[in-house]
């Protein structure tokens, strides 16, 4: 798949916005004429090409018909813009006898974080995104799955680090600010009747049903007190001060605006203004043709309150949440997000999430959650490129969350790396202890839920997944990724006609459909979903398009109708390690041993897959590669003498008998065995 063409470009401290045709460096918009940034946003648009002066010429003139010296003088412009030294040039440069090419920077490791005294502290961070999987080409990330064990394991060992390497830090001394702070004032604001410019003056209606329009988006902001309608709209037509129209209201913040019709183009322009003092905090004009007024008038609505809402600190991801109160910055987040709520991880959107990464921290270096994605993202394309590029980027993620738990020492993000700290040195009760602590202290949102959920999920408390998950699903029903995990976890729990209704409704969702087809591919093998050996082929083809494209998995295809020679193939991948695809994709003859009700087969398979765990031996085993232990729902595995061994050497057991918390379906038996169904 292709890299999309990037809505802006961000390094060092400059920033292309393609979209809105603007350059800035050092935080300040540079002056260039049209045709000058045409030629940037060519030349940038695809770095490392070269461009011929013709080619240029007639990209941007469409037409050659103007002098040499006219290119000449745009990129002596854009040196100038850019900062460049013609004689040193590090971003344009002159192919003699050619034309041009633009160079992106080298990447620099992040600088040595910070002192916290410089960065407000943040009370959130989005936690590591999964990375993917290992080495089968364009494979997906797994959550109940263990496609990615290794890979998450890596992401953990550097939060771990971080978090190790701030806990032999001298404790800061207490102040002021360490105190409970008060119950937070709601900001308050006032929608005024936006004013109609129009030369025929025959456009009051659009202009107040856009004033009506965002008033109505805003007041569903619980944290934003409103002004109501009739209050706000008492000053239509009346050239009253701004300061007076605050005081009269009782707000803090006015929105005002206009709207221009010329025929059939529109122009709207809004602005944020302080009521006190009447200085402007934001403004945005926006030109549309129109066509659909009613659609122009819920675009621009919906934009203006989703920015009034990021500058005045009340968006779902605001800064207790460790967001941003910068429009360019927020929304670049909820592009990070969304690719990955939609299962979008193939190497073009890592890419993609790390280019959004990068212009967040470019655009607000005080925002936690943005720097928590730059960190993901950093992992999640070394895991794709592998290297010694790759371990730039780790290093590269790793000084990021050194950062992160600097600037934000009492953010959640820190309590989540200092609980897979804890896991990983065995003393599982206190890292679920804290996970929870992080879940039961904010929004339940897919963030503050993940790591906890795997926990939980990985001793064996599989309702108590299902639950926790079903809760974030009521707030996000469209994300993809939490329908995934509810897949997997009803299936765990031999909710199978769950798993299945969930399996339709996730196929209507946007994103990566892999791992849902793979649950239904061994829920039908094991005959507990409708259709026939057609629609297990057809499940087998989606599978094998996608990702799976093993010696294995492809030989498996060819006898899915002769349940001995499936299991034949098993035996022959456990024997041979030439075949069998790797520890990627080892849950897949697990699963194949597992739906066809070899429970000998498959906890050989199973035994094999954790030994080749890091930490496993050593009882230092990340949260993820646990799940094996319940992925594999359809025989008598569970009962399995040798899965009583494998839960007893993993810890499982110890941590049951500590707690006395045992998982679905387990209890004690005496006082020195249990039992499991």
Not at 149 to 167: H, T, Y
Not at 371 to 400: F, H, K, N, P, Y
Not at 616 to 634: C, D, I, L, R, T
Request: contains cysteine.
């Amino acid at each position: 798949m292709s890299q999309p063409v990037p809505r802006s470009l961000a390094f060092d401290d400059v920033v292309i916005d393609f979209a809105g045709r603007r350059l800035s460096r050092a935080g300040a918009e540079q002056a260039l004429e049209p045709k000058a940034f045409a030629v940037l946003a060519l030349l940038a648009g695809s770095p490392g090409q070269v461009f011929t002066r013709d080619e240029i010429l007639d990209a941007v003139w469409s037409h050659r018909h103007v002098t040499p010296s006219v290119l000449n003088r745009i990129m002596s412009l854009l040196r100038q813009a850019l900062g460049e030294d013609a004689q040193h040039p590090r971003l344009l440069h002159t192919v003699h006898g050619i034309g041009y090419r633009f160079d992106l920077p080298v990447p620099a490791p992040v600088p040595e974080a910070t002192p916290a005294a410089e960065f407000p502290a943040a009370t959130n961070a989005l936690p590591p995104t999964p990375p993917p999987a290992g080495a089968a080409p364009g494979a997906a990330r797994t959550r109940r799955s263990w496609l990615t064990a290794a890979a998450v394991a890596a992401a953990l060992a550097l939060a771990a680090a971080a978090w190790l390497l701030r806990e032999d830090e001298p404790t800061a001394t207490p102040t002021a600010q360490d105190d409970p702070p008060a119950a937070p004032v709601r900001p308050s604001l006032a929608v005024l009747p936006f004013a109609d410019l129009s030369r025929a003056r025959d456009q009051e209606y659009l202009a107040d049903g856009l004033a009506e329009e965002i008033l109505n988006q805003l007041a569903q902001a619980q944290a934003l007190r409103v002004a109501g309608r009739t209050s706000s709209f008492s000053f239509k037509g009346k050239n009253e001060d701004l300061r007076a129209i605050g005081r009269k209201l009782d707000v803090a913040y006015l929105l005002e605006g206009s709207v221009r019709k010329e025929g059939e183009h529109l122009r709207v322009t809004a602005q944020l203004v302080r009521a006190d003092d009447g200085t402007h905090l934001w403004s945005k004009t926006y030109a549309r043709e129109l066509r659909d007024v009613f659609a122009v008038q819920e675009e621009i609505s919906r934009d203006v309150a989703l920015a009034l809402s990021v500058k005045l600190d009340v968006a779902r991801f605001n800064r207790e949440q460790g967001g941003t109160t910068q429009v360019e910055a927020y929304e670049r987040f909820l592009r990070w997000r969304s690719i990955v709520m939609r299962e979008q991880f193939d190497f073009a959107h890592d890419r993609e999430r790390l280019q959004l990464a990068r212009e967040m921290v470019t655009f607000d270096p005080q925002c936690a959650l943005c720097w928590d994605a730059l960190a993901g993202s950093l992992t999640a394309v070394a895991q794709e490129i592998g290297g010694t590029q790759a371990e730039r980027l780790r290093a590269e993620a790793l000084q990021v969350r050194e950062r992160i738990a600097r600037i934000a020492p009492d953010s959640w993000v820190a309590k989540r790396d200092r609980s897979n700290a804890l896991w990983r040195q065995g003393r599982r009760a206190e890292a679920i202890a804290l996970a929870k602590e992080i879940v039961d202290s904010g929004p339940p949102s897919k963030e503050r839920v993940w790591d906890y959920s795997y926990m939980i999920y990985a001793m064996g408390h599989l309702d108590e997944a299902v639950a926790l998950v079903e809760q974030v699903r009521a707030i996000e029903p469209m994300a993809l990724f939490l329908s995934r995990d509810l897949q997997f976890d009803y299936t765990a729990a031999r909710r199978y006609q769950d798993a299945e209704a969930e399996y339709q409704r996730g196929r209507k969702l946007e994103g990566n459909q892999l791992e849902p087809d793979y649950v239904a591919f061994f829920r039908q093998l094991a005959g507990k979903r409708p259709g026939g050996l057609e629609d297990l082929r057809e499940l087998h083809r989606r599978l094998v398009r996608q990702s799976f494209d093993t010696p294995f998995f492809h030989d498996l295809g060819k006898v899915l109708d002769d349940r001995e020679a499936m299991l034949a193939l098993v035996r022959k991948a456990l024997a041979d390690d030439a075949y069998d695809g790797g520890i990627d994709v080892a849950h897949a003859w697990i699963n194949v041993a597992d739906a066809l009700g070899d429970a000998d087969l498959a906890v050989a398979a199973l035994r094999k897959n954790l030994q080749t765990q890091a930490g496993f031996k050593e009882g230092s085993m990340a949260q993820f590669p646990y799940v094996a232990f319940w992925n594999a729902p359809y025989s008598d595995l569970r009962a399995h003498p040798d899965f009583k061994t494998l839960l007893t050497e993993a810890g499982v057991v110890a941590y049951w008998r500590q707690t006395g918390h045992w998982g679905d379906g387990c209890e004690p038996v005496g006082t020195d065995d249990f039992q499991c169904r």
